[in-house]
């Protein structure tokens, strides 16, 4: 199972930062992603992650805004995201699949295995 924690409500040109903690698997060889979805839009790749590498991928509307990272350690992944913007306001979800890499799942989701509960992150104007 896959947590996701830390949406808000920010003013644009905050910050906010979301963790996804996975429970009964380890984040060893997974490609781990966060999704977004606004009212009556699609669901898009916002950025992911291969835990095995390193590597990422960004959406060209998140790219310098946004930063994702993995701890093993601590079997979670971030999405830190700086410089706000109202447009970001979406629900937020993680995901993950095994014993791939990140663009087996960003931008286009079909392959993900697990998700996570979604969680609110609102930007005020």
């Known amino acids: 199972q896959l947590q996701a924690s830390g949406g808000g409500l920010v003013q644009a040109g905050g910050s906010l930062r979301l963790s996804c903690a996975a429970s009964?698997?380890?984040?060893?060889?997974?490609?781990i992603g966060w999704f977004r979805q606004a009212p009556g839009k699609e669901r898009e790749g916002v950025s992911c992650?291969?835990?095995?590498?390193?590597?990422?991928y960004y959406a060209d509307s998140v790219k310098g805004r946004f930063t994702i990272s993995s701890g093993n350690a601590k079997n979670t992944v971030s999405l830190q995201m700086s410089s706000l913007k109202p447009e970001d306001t979406a629900i937020y979800y993680c995901?993950?699949?095994?014993?791939?890499?990140?663009?087996?799942?960003?931008?286009?989701?079909?392959?993900?295995?697990?998700w996570g509960e979604g969680t609110q992150v609102t930007v005020s104007s």
């Open positions: 009964g698997f380890t984040f060893g060889d997974h490609a």
């Open positions: 995901a993950a699949v095994t014993g791939s890499y990140y663009y087996t799942i960003c931008p286009a989701y079909y392959a993900v295995e697990y």
């Open positions: 992650i291969s835990t095995s590498d390193g590597s990422t």
